[in-house]
């Protein structure tokens, strides 16, 4: 009975330490938190009619309650800013994560109106000390068409737990392609019109309508 | 005619170097050519490709598509195969190999992909991936036209890959033909979703897509392996190798101390006990 014992001695501890009740997400694995999002959002958008319809309310809804929680956008625009996130005002710094929060959360929903209902996700075994605060999780999605797609996130471990701050679709991680993106947008109008030009994508973005997802 | 075709590109991005001006990108040497071609590929997909893409996906029943899909992609496992052994990758190599006959076997000419969900994983190796696998470089970012994203390595390997496709040697040529343009439209409609969402997502297109490309590619050569790891299990992340200088941007909010990435002084670590600060 040794674990149990060494189970109870640690939710104890852990109890005894944190005077405020900590989040219960904190203390969970990075790739079993990324496992329990992936299946959670999953299973959502396959069971949900109105999700499976097309609804993009629902859909942003989904997106915005079960993945963005977890995910650190402000570090995600800085690493994307790059040198010139030292560069902007904090004022900046607030525009540019939210008008890139609004971005991914279009991107995110218009991703997950497609995926199909035999998708599978893979995990690859997380092979990490447990002391470690920078991860990468790898999975892949089996379909039942073409090869299987990759797909990576990276997470660290803040305050607040774990958080994804960059994911990889098909080889290319998203900090990455973007960066070119805004280095060269705030290359030619500065970050004020990198901030501008998201605006104006978003507002672009929200009167479209989401693609109806496949059979 | 693609020796031809890849001639009269290199003259063309001779011309183009002349007249080009500041270069941002060091992968991108280029890129006023590239972004012309880029412009003229994308009025070829606007007008001809992309409209019949569309009308074949939605109005084509699905399990002709698939047939489609599975007859063309049937044939690429055997060049698969050759390029996965040409890397000594036994296993996968054997895996296209035997993918190839059951498919085209049992799998009636390749229109069922019987291999697949039999649990034989699908590659898609080619010359450019074995070239890089044994060490030449990608060179820079090409958009050739028509065929779009290249790299230098990928579009000289382009003859091989052409040689390589069995469709290639097909008789007579006005079958060959009417199938290539086929499987052109078999694979632009498989990409139509992902293409409306780079549309959304994607400040400057020509930008997303390269920077998007170059990083995939090198992924496939190197078979899915990360920058820091070849490892295919999740684990731990080199902040500094990812990011470069930039890794220590956007810190932590708290005080804007960064996270400490060496592991604080633990006693247990057994058990996965929180980390007490």
């Known amino acids: 009975m040794k674990p149990i014992a060494t189970l109870i001695a640690t939710v104890s501890f852990a109890f005894a330490t944190h005077a405020l009740a900590a989040a219960p997400v904190g203390n969970e694995a990075p790739d079993v938190l990324v496992k329990r999002i992936s299946a959670d959002v999953l299973d959502t958008a396959k069971s949900d009619k109105a999700i499976q319809a097309g609804d993009r309310q629902k859909i942003i809804g989904l997106v915005e309650t079960k993945i963005l929680p977890f995910v650190d956008t402000e570090k995600m625009t800085a690493l994307a800013a790059g040198r010139f996130w030292r560069q902007a005002t904090p004022a900046q710094q607030k525009r540019l994560s939210e008008e890139f929060r ?80 805004f280095s060269s947008e705030i290359n030619k109008t500065g970050i004020d019109g990198l901030i501008g030009k998201l605006a104006d994508r978003n507002k672009q973005l929200a009167g479209k309508p989401l693609a109806a997802p496949a059979k | ?41 994308d009025t070829v997909d606007k007008y001809a490709l992309k409209p019949v893409a569309t009308v074949y996906k939605n109005v084509l029943p699905s399990f002709v598509q698939t047939g489609v899909h599975n007859f063309f992609g049937n044939l690429t496992d055997a060049w698969s195969a050759a390029n996965n052994l040409l890397q000594g990758k036994g296993e996968a190599g054997m895996q296209d190999v035997t993918r190839f006959a059951i498919n085209s076997t049992f799998g009636i000419a390749g229109l069922i992909d019987i291999a697949g969900p039999a649990g034989l994983p699908k ?64 694979t632009r409609a498989s990409l139509l979703d992902a293409s409306d969402l780079v549309e959304g997502a994607a400040l400057d297109r020509y930008e997303f897509i390269r920077d998007g490309f170059l990083q995939r590619r090198e992924s496939q050569v190197r078979d899915g392996g990360s920058q820091s790891a070849a490892a295919s299990s999740s684990g731990k992340l080199d902040m500094k190798s990812a990011y470069g200088d930039d890794a220590d941007v956007g810190a932590a909010p708290a005080a804007g101390a960064p996270v400490p990435l060496t592991p604080p002084a633990e006693t247990t670590p057994a058990t996965p006990a929180p980390v007490t600060k």
């Open chain 1, 102 to 181: 609004t971005l991914l959360v279009y991107t995110y929903s218009g991703a997950l109106s497609q995926i199909k209902n035999d998708d599978k996700v893979e995990f690859k075994p997380l092979r990490a000390d447990p002391a470690d605060t920078d991860v990468e999780v790898r999975s892949q999605v089996n379909s039942s068409r073409g090869e299987p797609i990759t797909l990576n996130y990276r997470l660290n471990k803040g305050p607040q737990g774990w958080k994804i701050f960059d994911i990889n679709v098909l080889g290319a991680w998203l900090v990455e392609t973007y960066k070119g993106n």
């Open chain 2, 1 to 41: 005619m693609q020796s031809r075709r890849l001639v009269a590109v290199v003259a063309l991005a001779g011309l183009a170097l002349s007249g080009c001006a500041t270069t941002n990108n060091p992968r991108d040497p280029i890129e006023g050519f590239n972004r012309g071609v880029f412009a003229f590929n």
């Open chain 2, 123 to 186: 590659h898609n190796e080619d010359l450019g991936q074995t070239l890089g696998h044994w060490g030449v470089p990608s060179g820079p970012y090409l958009v050739l036209p028509l065929l779009g994203p290249s790299t230098l390595r990928d579009t000289a390997a382009l003859p091989g890959d052409w040689y390589g496709d069995i469709w290639t040697h097909k008789t007579p040529v006005n079958v060959r033909n009417i199938g290539t343009g086929i499987k052109a439209i078999d």
